[in-house]
């Protein structure tokens, strides 16, 4: 593991530290609220996936332009990054393209966040995103580790064989169901047997899908509550819309691959609730992984008929939610502005420089 005392050094001896980005899922995000803090930027990008940030010259300082993601990893890339005094925002495409070996071990520049904790998001490790929901005392869909124990509606968490970053799940109501949809997926080439064996199965939680999203770093030393979206999922979301009958009539595999947010907000007695959610995650993730949150995690929930919150999955870095920068009134509440995650970013790393305390945000 990189160690976390040696790049809170490093990035104690940045003068004018600068924002820097892989090319994807959130970027654009992140940029554009450290341009609105004054700190400048870096997006390094996959050679043929560099049009939006040259489009949207304002917020791109520097745009690099690399063979491949990975190669952000390599020696002549880290020296770079360490000599402009970039400190690494980390997103789901980060995690993805370089993965969590390269992240812990081989790339040694200052993160702003806890990279130790970026593998709990995956359901197949030990102290992973269920465990730090059990100890926070949060409640999570009932876990099935043998789909002979299928008895109702449950949703099978897998990733799709030819790209490990788009979601194949799909839901069955019996164990017969399950066999018999996990064949045809297999033979059709959605998904493989290994990932099928490393899947998790939950119970089908019924309700309202809300995503909340907080922040939190030992700088500030205070949850905030983001704000709420929700995902846009093709082709489920427009399919779902349908009568039932015309639902039956087609024969269309569902997808849950993510296109797009689009804003929530909730009634002012569910805060309470929410806000409790944060606090006890907080502190649930402190003890499990010291030094605990730093930065933006989300809990991706169902609130049921009876108002209960069930979390169903967790991001544990930037959840790449821009549509809460224009459309939360939960930061105008606290702060008197909207704005969205980039910028809550941006606005710690300027305090934590100012105050001398960057290597507390760091790993």
Do not use: W
């Amino acid at each position: 593991m990189i160690n976390s005392s040696e790049m809170g050094r490093i990035a104690a001896g940045y003068g004018s530290p600068r924002v820097g980005v892989l090319g994807s899922h959130s970027a654009l995000e992140i940029m554009d609220g450290a341009v609105d803090e004054g700190l400048d930027t870096v997006v390094i990008c996959e050679k043929g996936r560099e049009t939006p940030y040259k489009r949207f010259g304002r917020i791109a300082g520097e745009t690099v332009v690399l063979h491949r993601f990975i190669d952000m990893a390599s020696r002549r890339m880290q020296k770079m990054l360490l000599d402009t005094e970039t400190i690494i925002v980390p997103h789901r495409s980060l995690t993805a393209y370089l993965g969590y070996d390269i992240l812990e071990d081989r790339l040694a520049v200052p993160i702003f966040g806890n990279r130790a904790l970026f593998r709990a998001e995956e359901r197949d490790v030990e102290r992973n995103q269920y465990h730090l929901l059990h100890k926070a005392r949060i409640k999570h869909p009932k876990l099935f580790k043998d789909p002979r124990q299928i008895s109702g509606p449950c949703i099978v968490k897998v990733m799709e064989k030819g790209r490990s970053l788009e979601r194949a799940f799909f839901t069955v109501g019996s164990y017969k169901d399950y066999k018999e949809q996990s064949k045809s997926k297999i033979e059709r080439g959605l998904i493989s047997e290994k990932a099928l064996e490393s899947a998790s199965i939950e119970e089908l939680a019924v309700g309202t899908y809300l995503n909340f999203n907080y922040f939190y770093t030992p700088v500030s030393d205070q949850v905030d509550f983001m704000g709420i979206e929700r995902r846009l999922q093709t082709n489920t979301n427009d399919f779902t819309s349908l009568p039932a009958k015309q639902q039956l009539a087609m024969d269309i595999e569902l997808q849950n691959i993510e296109v797009g947010h689009t804003p929530a907000s909730v009634r002012e007695s569910l805060l309470e609730g929410i806000f409790s959610m944060g606090d006890r995650f907080v502190r649930a993730v402190k003890k499990e992984y010291p030094p605990g949150i730093i930065g933006p995690f989300s809990l991706q929930s169902v609130v049921t008929r009876d108002l209960e919150f069930i979390v169903y999955d967790v991001s544990l870095r930037v959840p790449g939610n821009p549509i809460l920068s224009t459309t939360t009134p939960y930061t105008k509440y606290q702060y008197g502005e909207t704005f969205g995650v980039g910028r809550r970013i941006a606005m710690e790393i300027r305090r934590a420089a100012n105050e001398g305390r960057l290597p507390e945000i760091v790993t």
